[in-house]
């Protein structure tokens, strides 16, 4: 192939948090398709969380990205070149792309998408990874009860607003806990929370207070640290509080820190447990029939903050753990 393949490689495992010199910007040929490989342009790819632990040579759900190799992205593009009887030039696809602007390889756990059904980033948010996170981790592992008072902290982001706006098609009271007037008002006027506390500007603690006065049932944490403390002194007697991220914790340069409140799910006889996406795969394609005919409704939104150019990768990452993107972060590759 004459195309030009702009990559961008892990370079080193970062201390703290990842920045351009982690990366190395390389651009290479095209190479030439094998038994049952694909070449996929990349059009959009997700930027999560997620990646900065990928980073890490530590045992996890999934093996670290290695050193030279193409930093692994979540992403949907076009097949432009197949080898692979099951996918055909034309077709749509969401799969691991890597930050790059072409995949050459087969597509292990590759799906089909369908642009006209969709816009394509929408694959991305709710009706991909982040959706069915959202999905499966507050209903299988909260078992959210109408009634229930659930808090989300990063309500803003990606996977926080898809679950505020599931718990409330579930009945429940939903306080969100995000970062700004601006996000703030996003969760209340366009998503349907009941109440938000604003960590920035206000006391967590009194926020708490004042949101969930008979306590919180349901705990959906994607940040850890201090606000995970906070809301343990607040849980309801029954609790569940799902472990979904710990954004706050994934660029410490020094021990991750535990959960100093532990206690308070001894007394009040709570649950905490944690959730990988990819344990519910088999059940991806049922969850996202549901999650569009909500959609289709008008009882779902999904938000994507769209970025521009692949070049812009490293500090587009960045967003992520500075805390200012509005809803699904995805780079448009060019």
Same mark, same amino acid.
């Given at each position: 192939?004459?195309?030009?393949?702009?990559?961008?490689?892990?370079?080193?495992?970062?201390?703290? &948090?990842?920045?351009?010199?982690?990366?190395?910007?390389?651009?290479?040929?095209?190479?030439?398709?094998?038994?049952?490989?694909?070449?996929?342009?990349?059009?959009?790819?997700?930027?999560?969380?997620?990646?900065?632990?990928?980073?890490?040579?530590?045992?996890?759900?999934?093996?670290? %990205?290695?050193?030279?190799?193409?930093?692994?992205?979540?992403?949907?593009?076009?097949?432009?070149?197949?080898?692979?009887? &099951?996918?055909?030039?034309?077709?749509?696809?969401?799969?691991?792309?890597?930050?790059?602007?072409?995949?050459?390889?087969?597509?292990?756990?590759?799906?089909?998408?369908?642009?006209?059904?969709?816009?394509?980033?929408?694959?991305?948010?709710?009706?991909?990874?982040?959706?069915?996170?959202?999905?499966? &981790?507050f209903l299988d592992v909260g078992q959210p009860k109408a009634g229930d008072t659930v808090v989300i902290s990063g309500a803003a982001g990606a996977v926080g607003s898809v679950v505020g706006q599931i718990a409330k098609i579930k009945g429940c009271r939903v306080v969100g806990i995000a970062g700004g007037a601006e996000k703030c008002k996003l969760l209340i006027d366009e998503l349907g929370f009941d109440g938000?506390?604003?960590?920035?500007?206000?006391?967590?603690?009194?926020?708490?207070?004042?949101?969930?006065?008979?306590?919180?049932?349901?705990?959906?944490?994607?940040?850890?640290?201090?606000?995970?403390?906070?809301?343990?002194?607040?849980?309801?007697?029954?609790?569940?509080?799902?472990?979904?991220?710990?954004?706050?914790?994934?660029?410490?340069? =020094?021990? %991750?820190?535990?959960? &100093?409140?532990?206690?308070?799910?001894?007394?009040?006889?709570?649950?905490?447990?944690?959730?990988?996406?990819?344990?519910?795969?088999?059940?991806?394609?049922?969850?996202?029939?549901?999650?569009?005919?909500?959609?289709?409704?008008?009882?779902?939104?999904?938000?994507?903050?769209? %970025?521009?150019?692949?070049?812009?990768?490293?500090?587009?990452?960045?967003?992520?753990?500075?805390? =200012?993107?509005?809803?699904?972060?995805?780079?448009?590759?060019?």
């Open positions: 192939m004459s195309q030009t393949n702009r990559q961008f490689l892990l370079a080193k495992r970062p201390v703290g &948090a990842a920045t351009r010199e982690t990366f190395s910007y390389v651009e290479n040929p095209v190479g030439e398709l094998g038994p049952n490989q694909i070449l996929v342009e990349n059009l959009y790819l997700s930027l999560d969380p997620a990646m900065r632990g990928w980073m890490n040579d530590a045992k996890s759900y999934i093996p670290p %990205v290695g050193i030279g190799e193409v930093m692994r992205a979540l992403g949907v593009g076009k097949v432009i070149a197949s080898n692979n009887p &099951a996918f055909a030039v034309g077709d749509h696809v969401n799969g691991a792309l890597g930050v790059q602007d072409y995949f050459l390889g087969e597509p292990r756990g590759f799906y089909k998408v369908d642009p006209s059904r969709a816009p394509l980033p929408l694959y991305l948010s709710a009706l991909g990874m982040t959706g069915m996170t959202a999905y499966f &981790a938000v506390i604003d960590y920035k500007s206000e006391d967590l603690h009194a926020g708490l207070k004042r949101e969930c006065p008979k306590g919180v049932d349901v705990y959906f944490d994607n940040v850890g640290g201090e606000i995970l403390d906070a809301v343990l002194t607040r849980i309801a007697p029954k609790a569940r509080i799902v472990i979904c991220g710990a954004i706050s914790q994934y660029n410490n340069k =020094e021990n %991750v820190k535990g959960p &100093a409140n532990y206690l308070s799910l001894l007394v009040n006889r709570a649950r905490m447990e944690g959730f990988v996406v990819m344990d519910y795969a088999a059940q991806f394609a049922d969850a996202a029939k549901e999650m569009g005919g909500w959609m289709a409704e008008g009882k779902l939104k999904s938000k994507e903050d769209i %970025v521009e150019g692949l070049e812009t990768f490293p500090e587009t990452l960045g967003k992520l753990f500075s805390g =200012e993107n509005f809803g699904k972060l995805v780079l448009k590759v060019r």
